[in-house]
């Protein structure tokens, strides 16, 4: 069974950093999209970064591009996300996917099209 579990969240002042952590197990994160997302209260969740484990290759959301960063280690099977420059508005849940089977067509931040999910951890941004 596979199950993703993230950690590293917490409240940290606008201009602050944050690594945020995903491990998985029942499963290997070679050759997979990972992504991570992010719901506010009363907002729909958003697609906050992916990386497809075989290549590296990444995406972005633009509210995030140049401060975000998701990486890899597949040997210890995680993916990171490293937040820089943190702003009050990135205060969500934040949550680690990971899909496999679906092709690139399909957006790789669509978060419908992730099969597994973490339970979330909570980054609070205050100003």
């Known amino acids: 069974q596979v199950q993703l579990v993230e950690s590293g969240g917490g409240s940290v002042q606008a201009g602050g950093s944050l690594r945020l952590s995903c491990a998985a197990s029942?499963?290997?994160?070679?050759?997979?999209?990972m992504g991570w997302f992010r719901q506010a209260p009363g907002r729909e969740r958003e697609g906050v970064a992916s990386i497809y484990t075989g290549s590296g290759s990444t995406t972005y959301a633009e509210s995030v591009k140049g401060r975000f960063t998701i990486s890899q280690d597949i040997a210890k099977n995680r993916v990171y996300l490293q937040m820089n420059s943190l702003k009050p508005e990135d205060t969500a849940m934040y949550y680690c996917a990971a899909r496999d089977g679906v092709s690139w067509l399909v957006p790789p931040r669509t978060a419908q099209s992730y099969k597994y999910w973490g339970q979330g951890t909570q980054v609070t941004v205050s100003s």
């Open positions: 029942g499963t290997t994160l070679s050759s997979k999209f």
